[in-house]
């Protein structure tokens, strides 16, 4: 029902920041509430943020809630994700994708992903 494409990944020093765009293909986009995740070499993938199929409520992890912003523009069917003061912790692909039901912060939760957009903040 929905394809996702992130964008905006690549390489920025320590202490900067980045915007990530999840442009989408489909009419329903708006319906779907939206979640980013990241996944890091060797580690499991990580919830990071999601926001109402409305705007507005977010719910954000705890590691990055402070330092990262979602925002949605409906009319754009895009939904962004603003990164400020990176660490090399950071670094991991991202990926959007589109709550359905459950738990919103288990990829379980999600039906339909993007193919991710690689994030590398160098010390």
């Known amino acids: 029902q929905v394809q996702l494409v992130e964008s905006g990944g690549g390489l920025v020093q320590a202490g900067g920041s980045l915007r990530l765009s999840c442009a989408a293909s489909?009419?329903?986009?708006?319906?779907?509430?939206m979640g980013w995740f990241r996944q890091a070499p060797g580690k499991e993938r990580e919830f990071l943020g999601v926001?109402?199929?409305?705007?507005?409520?977010?719910v954000y992890a705890d590691s990055v809630r402070g330092r990262f912003t979602i925002s949605r523009d409906n009319a754009k069917n895009t939904v962004y994700l603003q990164m400020n003061s990176l660490t090399p912790e950071d670094t991991a692909v991202y990926v959007c994708?589109?709550?359905?039901?459950?738990?919103?912060?288990?990829?379980?939760?999600?039906?339909?992903w993007g193919q991710g957009t690689q994030v590398t903040v160098s010390s």
């Open positions: 926001i109402r199929w409305s705007g507005g409520t977010t």
């Open positions: 994708a589109t709550y359905y039901s459950g738990t919103y912060y288990s990829p379980e939760g999600y039906d339909y």
């Open positions: 489909g009419r329903t986009f708006s319906r779907y509430a």
